[in-house]
């Protein structure tokens, strides 16, 4: 069975605790992303990364880090910095860059109290 | 800075109805557009995603257009069924394949 799988599906934590969240892909896509889903709201890009070992910032990455050591993984860690940490977090992956379809996990829902 | 604005918020209408959801966005330059499915607590899934050189795709009872100039996409869902019942989001798609959402329209079809 091909897809991405994040795990896991219900996370709590602590304020003041980082925390990370694992996405694995067996599609063999290149690119992977983050986002970060409020109520409400659209989803908001975190970290992409286009290549393994290489990834940039999206438009919300403070208190967030990433790691891209192997091409089917890309954690997230979200670190005590990030003021707002309670969301509904969704990885995502495609082939490669520019214009084409992004295929979604099933999506980490992380409760920081 | 891109926006995506989606129209109605929420439509609840009853089982069979046709029915447009609508899409707009402040700049023109995309690469692509795509429409998302999402239940209750779940991911996205991709329904239709339509090129910027095209003006529409079909899939089964939806129906996706694009018209790049006025920054407008319409989502047609026609003969709509109970299990269409989900938020519909979409996405634009720019230079680096990054997506910037709307807010979603959240549909219920009533039986």
């Known amino acids: 069975d091909g897809g991405i799988t994040q795990s896991p599906k219900y996370l709590f934590r602590k304020e003041g605790q980082n925390v990370t969240l694992s996405c694995e892909q067996n599609l063999n896509h290149d690119a992977m992303y983050w986002y970060r889903q409020d109520p409400g709201q659209g989803l908001r890009l975190i970290y992409y990364s286009q290549i393994v070992n290489d990834f940039q910032k999206g438009d919300i990455a403070e208190g967030y880090s990433v790691s891209r050591e192997k091409k089917e993984s890309f954690p997230l860690t979200v670190t005590s910095a990030q003021k707002n940490p309670t969301a509904f977090y969704l990885c995502?992956?495609?082939?490669?860059?520019?214009?084409?379809?992004?295929?979604f996990g099933p999506g980490t829902r992380l409760t920081v109290t | 800075k891109q926006e995506v604005t989606q129209i109605p918020a929420a439509l609840s209408v009853p089982e069979g109805e046709n029915l447009v959801l609508n899409c707009s966005f402040t700049?023109?330059?995309?690469?692509?557009l795509q429409w998302f499915r999402q239940d209750p607590g779940k991911g996205l899934t991709s329904l239709l995603l339509i090129q910027s050189s095209q003006r529409e795709q079909t899939s089964g009872r939806l129906n996706a257009s694009l018209d790049k100039s006025s920054g407008r996409s319409t989502l047609y869902i026609a003969a709509s069924q109970p299990g269409d019942s989900a938020t519909y989001l979409c996405?634009?798609?720019?230079?680096?394949?990054?997506?910037?959402f709307g807010a979603g329209t959240i549909l219920r079809v009533k039986s």
């Open positions: 996405a634009v798609g720019f230079y680096g394949n990054k997506l910037v």
């Open positions: 995502a992956s495609s082939p490669r860059t520019g214009g084409v379809e992004q295929y």
């Open positions: 700049d023109s330059a995309i690469y692509n």
